[in-house]
């Protein structure tokens, strides 16, 4: 299955179960790890398991293989590695502290739904 299919199944499953602030990042010329980046927030720990959790079983039921998970502990920041994409869900605290979409910057930005991480606000005051 190709990134752009499973970037559409998982942003669905985040959608379904109320994700926040999602934006996919195209990171191809930046990394050969992945094509795309997903990153969302949730509102606590247990709705970023559930994030997670969903865009993992959503994925696996479209027939797409889950290389691996990390962060379901602790659930501030969980992890999907699905290959051609990689999705970063994460508590808003936590998601303002590592600000992956400055830390990614020169990815080009394909999708994104809602108000940007309060960073992100300060970096483009900043380029005016």
């Known amino acids: 299955m190709d990134a752009k ?16 602030n999602i934006t ?3 990171v191809t010329h930046l990394t050969s790890l ?9 509102d606590s720990n247990r709705q ?12 696996k039921e479209a027939g797409g293989e889950i290389i691996g998970t990390e962060g379901e502990e602790g659930a501030e920041w969980v992890l999907v590695d699905a290959g051609d994409i990689v999705v970063h869900v994460m508590h808003p605290v936590t998601r303002e502290l590592y600000n992956l979409e400055e830390l990614w910057g020169v ?8 108000k940007p991480p309060a960073a992100e606000d300060g970096a483009a005051k900043r380029r005016k």
């Open 5 to 20: 299919k499973l970037s559409k199944i998982a942003i669905k499953a985040l959608e379904d179960v109320k994700g926040k």
């Open 24 to 26: 996919t990042l195209n």
């Open 34 to 42: 992945c094509e795309m980046m997903i990153i969302a927030s949730g």
């Open 48 to 59: 970023v398991r559930a994030l997670a959790d969903h865009v993992r079983d959503k994925i």
């Open 107 to 114: 990815a080009t930005r394909l999708r994104s739904l809602g």
